[in-house]
């Protein structure tokens, strides 16, 4: 990577992480901190206060993409976080569960994930990309397991009001990142002409990679409805859950850091995504196996193996796609894809809900297979992109396009 390639990584990675940890932060205690506020008591407005938010969310993903490639990508980001700070500020002032829900749904309003995802794919070369969206990845997992470690005592020292105030000034912090520390927007981009939603949704390999985002996130959300309470049944309390999952993480990257990388400059990228999704498979048969006779250690070692390939897919899907997409529409393609990455996770959650109550773990963790079986067959098709290494490559892929 140039220093410009890495200071690019570095700040968007940032701003990933402190607008995930704010969240991450919130998602182990809301449930029980939830129930203290008048209307707590039903457990299907606590659940629409979670999940409101991945579904404003996913609504506003595709306008603030498109959004990107008119107005720029910086303003457009800014404003995001700014919403996004507003329903924060909003949510630690609720005196209600109504008040919660309203935080809630404002949160999920700057969205903002398409517009950083294409920022950095703009200022950063193809053959780089791959290593540019780990590093957001990779942060995202971070703040994941450092979350299941600091949200219980920081939920006990300042409460649930607390942590959204917390949130909150992360995003404004956030905002300074992307004003001061960003690179500024590459001109060629500013100066290229704008496509059109309807290139994007006719795109047959963007539109593999945005069906394949939408299952991956909903078999993750949908194995965290059983994976909690598996643990439990094999012995290992809620208060010591992270031991399991922030090691899983860690090992994880050092393991995709000695495969994805060195096998992408090979040229094996293709290789590597459809094992990738054939181990996230392989993984919830592995968990249908045990459900009925759970261990720490299996299922240690079954979460370490799900993050060695989510980690990879989650590297190498907005990578495959910011280079798949026509850079004039990037923004549009990105959009797109956090809009189903988006549903998959309300769908995950919700749809995993109703199969851990109605058939068992067992058929949730069938069911999971099933669906990531479904990718393999969808992927399988698909073709690395070639890499362009070069602005002029880019501008003149950009010309042909146009053309046609």
């Known amino acids: 990577m140039t220093a410009g390639e890495r200071r690019a990584s570095a700040s968007l990675a940032m701003i990933f992480a402190?607008?995930?940890?704010?969240?991450?932060?919130?998602?182990?205690?809301?449930?029980?901190?939830?129930?203290?506020?008048?209307?707590?008591?039903?457990?299907?407005?606590?659940?629409?206060?979670?999940?409101?938010?991945?579904?404003t969310q996913g609504v506003l993903q595709i306008p603030f993409g498109f959004a990107s490639d008119r107005l720029g990508r910086k303003r457009v980001i800014a404003f995001g976080l700014l919403v996004f700070a507003a329903g924060s500020f909003a949510a630690a002032m609720a005196s209600s569960?109504?008040?919660?829900?309203?935080?809630?749904?404002?949160?999920?309003?700057?969205?903002?994930?398409?517009?950083?995802?294409?920022?950095?794919?703009?200022?950063?070369?193809d053959e780089v990309r791959t290593k540019a969206m780990a590093m957001v990845g990779a942060s995202i997992g971070l703040m994941f397991a450092l979350s299941l470690v600091a949200a219980p005592v920081l939920a006990a020292g300042i409460g649930l009001a607390g942590l959204f105030a917390l949130t909150g000034v992360l995003a404004l912090a956030c905002i300074a990142v992307i004003a001061w520390w960003t690179p500024p927007e590459p001109v060629q981009h500013r100066n290229t002409p704008r496509g059109k939603l309807s290139e994007v949704l006719s795109h047959a390999g963007l539109l593999r990679l945005d069906a394949g985002v939408f299952i991956l996130h909903a078999v993750q959300l949908a194995m965290w409805v059983a994976i909690p309470a598996l643990?439990?049944?094999?012995?290992?309390?809620?208060?010591?859950?992270?031991?399991?999952?922030?090691?899983?993480?860690?090992?994880?990257?050092?393991?995709?850091?000695?495969?994805?990388?060195?096998?992408?400059?090979?040229?094996?990228?293709?290789?590597?995504?459809?094992?990738s999704v054939g181990v996230v498979a392989l993984v919830q048969l592995g968990l249908l196996w045990v459900a009925s006779a759970p261990g720490v250690v299996s299922l240690a070692?079954?979460?370490?193996?799900?993050?060695?390939?989510?980690?990879?897919?989650?590297?190498?899907?907005?990578?495959?796609?910011?280079?798949?997409?026509?850079?004039?529409?990037?923004?549009?393609?990105l959009g797109v894809y956090n809009?189903?990455?988006?549903?998959?996770?309300?769908?995950?959650?919700?749809?995993?809900?109703?199969?851990?109550?109605?058939?068992g773990y067992s058929g949730l963790f069938a069911?999971?297979?099933?669906?990531?079986?479904?990718?393999?067959?969808?992927?399988?098709?698909?073709?690395?992109?070639?890499?362009?290494?070069?602005?002029?490559?880019?501008?003149?892929?950009?010309?042909?396009?146009q053309a046609t």
């Open 231 to 275: 643990l439990v049944q094999a012995g290992l309390e809620k208060q010591h859950h992270w031991w399991v999952y922030l090691p899983a993480v860690l090992a994880s990257f050092v393991v995709m850091s000695l495969t994805l990388f060195p096998l992408e400059r090979r040229g094996h990228l293709r290789a590597v995504f459809l094992a």
């Open 18 to 55: 402190a607008r995930m940890l704010g969240l991450f932060l919130v998602l182990p205690v809301f449930a029980l901190e939830a129930a203290r506020y008048p209307g707590g008591d039903d457990p299907a407005r606590v659940g629409l206060a979670m999940g409101i938010y991945g579904l």
């Open 97 to 125: 569960l109504e008040g919660l829900i309203f935080g809630r749904a404002l949160q999920g309003m700057g969205a903002v994930s398409a517009a950083v995802t294409a920022l950095l794919a703009d200022q950063t070369r």
């Open 301 to 333: 070692l079954l979460l370490f193996v799900f993050f060695c390939g989510f980690n990879v897919l989650e590297a190498s899907q907005p990578s495959m796609a910011s280079r798949i997409a026509p850079p004039h529409a990037r923004g549009a393609a």
């Open 339 to 359: 809009t189903l990455q988006s549903v998959g996770f309300f769908a995950g959650g919700a749809v995993g809900g109703w199969l851990a109550k109605n058939v």
């Open 367 to 401: 069911t999971c297979a099933a669906l990531m079986l479904l990718w393999l067959v969808v992927a399988w098709p698909m073709q690395a992109p070639a890499p362009r290494n070069s602005v002029e490559e880019v501008l003149a892929d950009d010309a042909d396009a």
